[in-house]
Nanobody, 121 residues
Framework: QVQLVESGGGLVQAGGSLRVSCAAS????????MGWYRQAPGNQRELVAG???????NYADSVKGRFTISRDNAKNTVYLQMNSLKPEDTAVYYC???????????????WGQGTQVTVSS
């Protein structure tokens, strides 16, 4: 199986920065897109940013110009640099990876356990 482990969340003041990381491990055959969703209390989970293995990225409109996604394919790791944070960015951030584990004929989406990001005003 493929495991995703996030790190780097925490508490920051509005206007500050945080970087969260997500490392994939286990029986990885190939990973395609990797990225981040977030979920605030009472809200649905929403896509924040994604990156293909070739470096094509997409962002939610609400974070464009403030967040940057990057990845290290050799380390199966994806990062999210978050700048100019706002209180409305407060949420649990979940890493995802689309790809193949031990069953190379069955692609699926893998999820991390989530990391809390809290932005105080």
């Amino acid at each position: 199986q493929v495991q995703l482990v996030e790190s780097g969340g925490g508490l920051v003041q509005a206007g500050g920065s945080l970087r969260v990381s997500c490392a994939a491990s286990g029986s990885i055959f190939r990973l395609n897109a990797m990225g981040w969703y977030r979920q605030a209390p009472g809200n649905q989970r929403e896509l924040v940013a994604g990156s293909t293995s070739g470096g094509i990225t997409n962002y939610a409109d609400s974070v464009k110009g403030r967040f940057t996604i990057s990845r290290d394919n050799a380390k199966n790791t994806v990062y999210l640099q978050m700048n100019s944070l706002k209180p409305e960015d407060t949420a649990v951030y979940y890493c995802y990876a689309d790809g193949y584990g031990t069953d190379v004929f069955a692609p699926r989406r893998y999820w991390g356990q989530g990391t809390q990001v809290t932005v105080s005003s």
